[in-house]
């Protein structure tokens, strides 16, 4: 069945550093794919997403692509500030099916 | 900025009680989802409704129930409270059908079971 993995965590960086949390899909078709964001205490909110393959996604600074050819949509942000701390969750949505599959979540942690 | 609650947002309770999660939106979406998220963090479907009416059980087993009488509430029973029920519970909702819906979810409900 359709599946997201993604890099385990939790993930620790030092403010300014680049980062990159890995996210890989199994589906069959061209699911959409997204990235929620969990900050402490609160619900998942809507990062960023993508419809097609090689589409990108942005907002805040963070971009992901997607890669049909490898099956990924890995997230990435050139300069991370400690305000980025939270649970990262990638997902798929297949076609007008209401659930989303989501990955098991990845913790970040800045320091400053 | 998501119009969706849940009350209450913290609750601790004795084992044996009944509870009631309440989750209500403002958006007029069809479709609703309640999630139970484990310490882990992962995500688990536990319920969903594609409108008044519908409930249908999600990925994961639960003891608990839904009900979906007003397309606006979405409230999730546990007739008599355990431990193993000690989690996170996020509600979440989301427009009919399309391929890049996002879902919108609420803040979440912390239940611990004494």
């Known amino acids: 069945g359709d599946s997201v993995t993604q890099m385990e965590g939790p993930v620790t960086l030092s403010e300014e550093a680049f980062l990159t949390i890995n996210c890989t899909y199994t589906?069959?078709?061209?699911?959409?794919l997204f990235w929620y964001v969990q900050y402490p205490g609160e619900g998942l909110q809507l990062l960023l997403k993508a419809t097609k393959a090689d589409d990108k996604g942005s907002n805040k600074g963070f971009e992901a692509t997607y890669r049909k050819e490898t099956t990924s949509f890995h997230l990435e942000k050139g300069s991370v500030q400690v305000s980025d701390s939270a649970v990262y969750f990638c997902?798929?949505?297949?076609?007008?099916?209401?659930?989303?599959?989501f990955g098991s979540g990845t913790r970040l942690s800045i320091r400053p | 900025e998501a119009d969706i609650y849940q009350t209450p947002r913290y609750l601790v309770i004795g084992t044996g009680k009944k509870i009631t999660l309440e989750c209500s939106q403002t958006?007029?979406?069809?479709?609703m989802y309640w999630y139970q998220q484990d310490p882990g963090m992962e995500l688990h479907l536990i319920h969903y409704s594609y409108g008044v009416n519908s409930t249908e059980k999600g990925d994961l087993s639960s003891e608990s129930t839904v009900s979906r009488i007003r397309t606006e509430h979405f409230p999730l029973t546990l007739e008599s409270a355990r431990p193993s029920h000690t989690s996170q519970y996020l509600c979440a909702s989301s427009e009919p059908a399309g391929q890049d819906n996002e879902q919108f979810f609420g803040p979440g409900t912390r239940l611990t079971v004494l």
């Open positions: 589906a069959t078709g061209y699911p959409s």
């Open positions: 958006m007029g979406h069809d479709k």
């Open positions: 997902a798929l949505k297949w076609g007008s099916a209401s659930k989303i599959i």
